[in-house]
């Protein structure tokens, strides 16, 4: 929308477009205008206002228009800052705490005192009624309800009032607004349907639209296009009406054509594509794009040159209650800009970005959604990167569309926000809307929000608002305003890095922007020291202002370091704060961790002396340590150091100042060998500070050597060479620089090898590496290995490990390819007699690991093998030899070696089975070592019996019977059959080859029975590979009774299983019944075990008994516990005689299934313990038999019903299903593809299937799809069984043997001729017979439920329940009921209902 020359402009041209955040945009590209005009109304707003200054907010509805002045400059412009009372100014702050720091307050809420004032004044004075509807340009336009609109100039001045509550009686509220590009012409829709239009210079009515539009409909839309002849309204039928306005002859005219009809769907949003001026020459702004947001769906199109459809989008599953929202913006991408329409309805928002290809087209391409965790009711651009989003718990999210980034949440429900709801559901016209539009418009709100130019105006019930984004400056100073320092900075840190959100009013280059933003952080820097030094506590404990300075220091020197203004920290800052003592010591504390992380590198010589002061004041050596060798070397006052280095023995520090700052390397390593020389010459243990000094050292040494600087960093390379050389110079000396009297010979070297052979070695084998092609390096190498020998081989101080581990050292050096040394071997002879010496038992296994680790490291060429060997075997040397051994291929050796070596014999199972598994080995070395391990096999299992077992199931299971008979020792037998037979340790083994030895199982059998008895009945279960006649003999001979039940019931001897466990159970039950009379937890335990046991027993076997067989188990089984009961009666302790109650009721409760209850009552009262008639002591008895009785017939009578109406809902919903009438798919035939209602033979039958498919009968009859039944012709739709056409005719065959047709339900109908021409005396009564349709369903019901038939359940129920009135149920009845039988299943889910 362009400017009026004749109005003021609400905002400037740059920020209309607001895409200078976009770095592909700026004036001069796009030809923006230079605004010369007086203070614009932006100007006004954007003055800044001290938000903390004491104001009050006046109810609106208690303002006095008598005492305000519209046009005085006391009152608030359109862009005021906040506005509100003290309590108001809290709560924004409170709102504004929740959002993140790094954004601030990015937005900026004021209220429109003159507008509102006018707005309540209006309705006071000249009933103009509530505020309706709200639109913003360069004017501001308010709708009220009764008909009028009052237009405001950018001062908030009451420029016009435009109608009179005359026409508002006549036309209703005003329900819609809109102002057209240059600001002359304003529209207003009314809530009954019309529309005027007005002149903004004069006030005059120019247009009254009576008939644009359906009349009884409400306008909810009007809009203005950039054509200003023509606009858009939306009314609440739904449709979408094209305004065209014209003067001819001076006769203004309208003439309206239809977009969309509301019949199609109701669109309740429109919003066209709007363009700048600056960008009229835009290519999209040919086609006049219009976006409508209808209930189910968006739809772009295009007005120019000619109405077309550009997209349809749906929103897919969405709440009917959420509001369709849209909205237009230019957004600038890589080098040009293009327009994206951000849509949504309910919690998601797309973005669409529509742009014009070379062939003129338009393509929408959609953009990366944003999902919200709240519905909207409003959307609204800010500018090209930010969004105001409005949820229906009214909270205005600002959001940041690149990133998604939430900015702010601001709480507007004080607005009373206005919403449309009565327009939307036509009140005014009687209401004559869908529901679902009435639902839409419950929380419509679309003529309440209006954005213009980067500022948004909301409409409240009493009160205009406008929010506008804050500028970079005002969001810091708003920040400040509340002592929010830590939060400024952050945000000001996100500006100078370009990473903030929101930004507005940062302009210039990269470079100018920093500059600028840094400039600003360093006046909030030194802002925050001086609140650091007001605030400080001024009295207390030393802690609080500590602990104070320590929250606030560390922030400024971070900050200074970010910005690179040291200058900064130790000019201004420093001297602040040194006038507090506890703070300057804060401050220097806290730079350590920065120094350490290499972030401030050199300091003042001033601040380091105060810093090396205050360390060294608190004795904190080691902090001043580690800083100074992080320090620039020129920053230090190197005498200080190096004098507080010596005194407090600052090694690491001393050695980084000597290095860096004299380029001395060597006086720091003597005065290290100093420290540890002394105590080892005179054989002392050194102290843990000591061996910490020889470890500096040894570390110092490796650096030196390989070019490295210590502690960090690299040595300069014109030193590398010269420092290499002065310190192997060093370590050669013949005496130290300080010569003691009982110094031996090159001492340097000596103190190194006592202190750490292995480490100096390794020390030296990494400088060997790097000194090949240096001539001098390879003279100081041999020069280097000759003492070494020299000191070590001529001297008897050093271990046989320290020996070793010099020769390892040279046998790597000689091994090498081009290696230099020279070496005599026969010192290789004399190491190998001195580590092999039989005399010396002493480190053992250190003298063998040396000599292995010697021949591992290229050493045996220095040795005659046969002699190693030799010497090896008699030293004991195991793993030396097994070194040679498989070195010479003799790997059935080896196993000797592993066998004799008590430490590693587990070992030898891993490696018999890695020899004769792994490929890579010949035939003839396998053999070998199998027949070794069959030699050994006895010691293998007296190693380790599981391993064996493994090894044996593998490699050796052929052997089995071998091996057993090898082993006499019975437990090692034991243990070697228990993991190779037991499952559950995993050893698998070839079942054919133990099906061809059952002889092994039964003698594992017996070991088991003798040692692990509680085990056998379990392994008896698992196994299947024993006889079970010699099982019987071994478990009965070793008495395990439970054992032998068990095989005598795999045996089929159920009666004599049974008799066991009864044999067992009296016996625990006796020990009711000792003299002691005793009983505790352990005998019942037992009891009840070997009883479940028993019952257990008697169940799986009673079902394939008879009645007889039963009793026969069972009543013994009762005897026994009732005759236990009857010893206990007289004397005998309660909690027995309860104990035994329980086990006569657990018996008879599992003998009810299997044996009659009459028979059951009859043995009880038959026994002679209840013959004299005391039926009182089994009561608990017969009641407990009778619950359970009563229980069943419960269920059984509860099922019965369930299952009856089951049946009856199935047969209703099937009746349903096949009675109905059938809705045919198509109007034509799916054959001839001939619409059958245009056929008009006398004799054309068309025959509808239920399936929906409609055929003409000569059709179906061609594709031979009937089939003659009894005189009947029964169809097959064509189109469902042409897939399986074979297969179907089969089933017809089958079915027409039973009398039965498959096809579907299938109803004739006739034309009106051959209907009227039937003879109706051929009529014959209905029989009370299925239909074909009600049978083919029957059967497919049936065969869905494969099963018993319901018909027979319900029939052997009432059986059932009919011999239950003359007696009890008899078990032998129900051996041939459905109920026993083991695959019944009883299915009452309901069959599928079939959809109407």
């Keep these: 929308m362009s400017e009026s020359p004749d109005t003021h402009s609400l905002v400037s041209a ?91 307050s990015v937005v900026r809420r004021s209220v429109l005192k003159g507008v509102s004032a006018q707005v309540v004044s209006a309705a006071d004075r000249i009933d103009a009624g509530l505020p309706t509807a709200v639109v913003v340009s360069s004017l501001i336009a308010v709708g009220t309800s009764h008909g009028l609109a009052l237009v405001f100039d950018p001062n908030q001045a009451l420029r016009l009032c435009l109608g009179s509550t005359a026409m508002g009686a006549q036309y209703g509220a005003v329900s819609a607004l809109s102002i057209n590009s240059d600001c002359t012409r304003l529209l207003c829709g009314f809530a ?203 909270k205005l999210h600002v959001v940041d569309r690149q990133s998604q980034h939430e900015l702010e949440i601001v709480d507007i429900a004080e607005v009373q926000l206005v919403y449309n ?88 280059d990269q470079s100018k922007r920093k500059g600028v933003v840094a400039d600003r952080m360093v006046e909030i820097l030194l802002q925050y020291v001086d609140r650091a030094l007001k605030k400080c506590p001024e009295q207390g404990k030393i802690q609080v202002m500590e602990q104070h300075f320590q929250e606030m220091v560390p922030v400024m020197v971070d900050y200074c370091l970010l910005l690179e203004r040291i200058d900064l ?68 006052d190197i005498q200080q150091v190096v004098h507080m280095c010596w005194e407090h023995s600052l090694y690491d520090a001393m050695i980084y100042v000597y290095n860096r700052g004299m380029n001395d390397y060597i006086t720091p390593m003597e005065k290290l060998f100093q420290i540890i020389s002394p105590p080892l010459r005179a054989g002392k243990s050194l102290t843990d500070e000591q061996v910490v000094m020889g470890n500096k050292l040894l570390v110092y040494i490796s650096c030196c050597l390989a070019g490295r600087a210590y502690p960090l960093g690299n040595i300069p390379e014109d030193l590398v060479s010269l420092v290499k050389h002065q310190v192997f110079e060093f370590l050669i000396r013949l005496h130290s620089t300080e010569v003691a009297s009982d110094e031996e010979l090159y001492p340097q070297i000596r103190t190194l090898l006592h202190f750490d052979t292995r480490e100096f070695l390794n020390v030296l084998a990494l400088t060997f590496e790097d000194f090949r092609n240096d001539k001098q390096a390879v003279e100081h190498q041999q020069r280097i290995v000759d003492i070494l020998l020299k000191v070590m081989v001529e001297n008897s101080d050093f271990t046989p490990s320290q020996v070793g581990c010099l020769f390892t050292f040279l046998a790597r050096q000689l091994a090498k390819p081009d290696n230099t040394l020279f070496v ?67 790997y059935d050796k080896v196993i000797c070696c592993y066998l004799n070596d008590q430490l ?7 490696y018999v089975h890695n020899m004769l598994s792994i490929p890579g080995y010949s035939t003839e070395e396998k053999e070998s070592v199998w027949n070794k391990t069959m030699e050994h096999f006895k010691e293998l299992v007296s190693i380790n019996p599981t391993k064996a077992a493994e090894l044996l199931a593998v490699h050796f299971s052929t052997e089995l019977r071998s091996i057993v008979e090898q082993l006499e020792d019975e437990y090692l037998l034991f243990q070697l059959l228990q993991s190779l037979l037991d499952s559950s340790d995993g050893v698998q083994v070839n079942r054919e080859l133990l099906q061809l030895n059952p002889d092994i199982h039964e003698q594992y059998l017996n070991l088991l029975c003798q040692h692990d008895p509680r085990h056998v009945t379990d392994f008896l279960r698992v196994s299947e590979h024993y006889r079970l006649e010699e099982a019987i003999q071994i478990t009965k001979k070793h008495k395990l009774h439970e054992a032998s039940a068990y095989l005598l019931e795999k045996e089929g001897d159920i009666h004599g299983a049974f008799l066991v466990l009864l044999e067992i159970l009296k016996l625990k039950l006796s020990l009711f019944t000792d003299g002691a009379r005793e009983e505790n937890e352990e005998t019942v335990q037992a009891a009840e075990t070997i009883l479940e046991e028993t019952v257990a027993l008697c169940q799986r076997n009673s079902h394939s008994l008879n009645q ?86 419960t269920l059984l009578e509860t099922t019965t019903n369930l299952l009856n109406h089951d049946l009856h809902w199935s047969l209703c919903n099937l009746r349903g299903a096949v009675s109905r009438g059938l809705n045919p798919k198509q109007e034509f035939c799916s054959i001839c593809l001939q619409q059958y209602k245009r056929r008009q033979e006398g004799t054309e039958e068309v025959i509808v299937f239920s399936c929906g498919h409609i055929y003409h009968a000569h059709c179906l009859q061609s594709k031979d799809c009937g089939v003659q039944i009894e005189g009947q012709t029964r169809w097959t739709c064509y189109k469902c069984n042409s897939g399986n056409k074979a297969g179907r005719r089969r089933d017809l065959g089958s079915d027409v043997t039973r009398g039965r047709s498959t096809s579907l339900a299938q109803i004739k109908v006739m034309s009106a001729s051959y209907s009227a021409n039937r003879d109706s005396d051929n009529r014959k009564p209905a029989e009370a017979t299925l239909e074909p349709q009600q049978i083919q369903a029957f059967d497919q019901l049936r065969r869905l439920y494969r099963g018993p038939s319901r018909l027979a359940i319900l029939t052997e129920l009432s059986r059932n329940r009919s011999s239950d009135k003359h007696g009890l149920l008899h078990p032998g009845s129900m051996a041939n009921s459905v109920f026993q039988n083991e695959n019944f299943q009883l299915r009452l889910s309901p069959p599928p209902v079939t959809e109407d």
């Excluded at 130790?570 to 920065?594: D, H, M, R, T």
């Excluded at 010497?871 to 004991?876: D, F, L, Q, R, V």
């Excluded at 407990?1184 to 017939?1193: A, C, H, P, S």
Aim: glycine share 6%.
């Design 14 to 104: 740059s920020s209309q477009i607001n895409l200078s955040d976009g770095d592909g945009i700026d004036d001069k590209e796009f030809d923006i205008p230079q605004v010369d005009t007086p203070p614009t109304l932006e100007s006004i707003l954007n003055e800044t206002e001290d938000e903390d200054e004491s104001f009050i907010l006046e109810d609106p509805t208690l303002l006095n228009t008598d005492n305000i002045d519209a046009h005085s400059g006391e009152t608030s412009s359109l862009a005021s800052s906040d506005s509100g009372d003290r309590t108001n100014l809290k709560r924004r702050k409170k709102v504004s705490d929740i959002s993140s720091c790094i954004h601030g």
């Design 904 to 910: 590693r014999q587990e070992e030898i199972f891993n």
């Design 421 to 508: 709801s009565s327009h939307f559901k036509s009140l005014a016209t009687g209401g004559n809307v869908s529901q679902a539009l009435a639902l839409v418009g419950e929380k419509a709100c679309y003529q309440s929000v209006s954005g213009y130019g980067g500022q948004i105006i909301y409409l409240g019930t009493k009160s205009v608002h406008v929010i506008t984004l804050r500028t970079w400056r005002e969001r810091l100073d708003y920040l400040l305003k509340q002592e929010r320092f830590i939060e400024a900075l952050s945000l000001a840190w996100s500006l100078h890095e370009g990473k903030a959100k929101a930004v507005v009013g940062l302009f210039g």
């Design 824 to 890: 005599n071997r026969m010192l290789f002879d004399q190491v190998l007699e001195f580590l092999c010496s039989p005399d010396d038992e002493s480190r053992h296994a250190e003298r063998q690991q040396v000599l292995l680790e010697l021949l591992q490291a290229g050493g045996i060429v220095q040795f005659d093998e046969c002699r190693l060997i030799a010497m090896a075997e008699k030293a004991a040397f195991y793993q030396v030899c097994e070194f040679m051994y498989e070195k010479k291929q003799l």
């Design 1108 to 1193: 007889q067989q039963r009793e026969a188990l069972w009543f013994p089984l009762l005897e026994a516990v009732m005759s236990t009961q009857k010893q206990l009666k007289d004397g005998s302790s309660s909690q027995a005689l309860e104990s035994l109650k329980h086990l006569t009721k657990q018996v008879l409760n599992s003998m009810t299934g299997f044996i009659a209850l009459p028979s059951v009552l009859q043995r009880i009262l038959q026994d002679p313990m209840y013959g004299k008639g005391k039926l009182g002591e089994i009561q608990t008895l017969i009641l407990g038999m009778i619950d359970t009785f009563n229980y069943e017939l």
């Design 192 to 394: 009954k349907g019309q529309i005027t239009m007005w002149d903004l210079a004069n006030g005059k009515l120019l247009r009254t639209i009576t008939d644009a539009h359906p009349p009884g409909t409400a306008i909810l839309h009007i809009k203005f296009t950039d054509d200003p002849t023509i606009a858009i309204c939306n009314d609440s039928g739904g449709s979408v009406f094209e305004l065209s306005f014209k003067r001819v002859m001076g006769v203004r005219t309208c003439e309206s054509r239809c977009l969309f009809s509301g019949a199609k769907g109701e669109v309740c949003c429109i919003e066209p594509l709007l363009v700048k001026l600056e960008l009229r020459d835009h290519p999209i702004t040919q086609y006049g794009l219009l976006a409508m947001a209808s209930l189910t769906k968006v739809l772009v199109i295009g007005l120019k040159p000619s109405l077309k459809v550009w997209l349809t989008f749906p929103y897919g599953k969405t709440n009917p209650a959420s509001v369709p929202l849209l909205s237009w913006q230019f957004v600038a991408v890589q080098s040009a800009v293009m327009p994206m329409l951000a849509f949504c309805r309910g919690n998601a928002i797309h973005f669409l970005l529509v742009k014009k290809d070379e062939s003129g087209a338009i393509h929408v391409s959609k953009q990366r959604q944003l999902h919200l965790h709240y519905d909207l009711i409003n959307l609204t651009w800010i500018n090209s990167r930010t969004l105001a989003l409005l949820d229906s718990a009214e």
């Design 569 to 636: 920290l130790f000019g201004q800052i420093y001297n602040k704060l040194s006038e507090i003592s506890v703070a300057k010591g804060v401050f220097i504390e806290c730079l350590e961790p920065f120094i350490l992380n290499d972030k401030l590198t050199s300091i003042t010589p001033q601040v380091m002396k105060d810093l090396l002061i205050h360390f060294q004041d608190r004795d904190m050596m080691e902090n001043i340590e580690a800083c100074i060798v992080h320090m620039d070397i020129t920053s230090l």
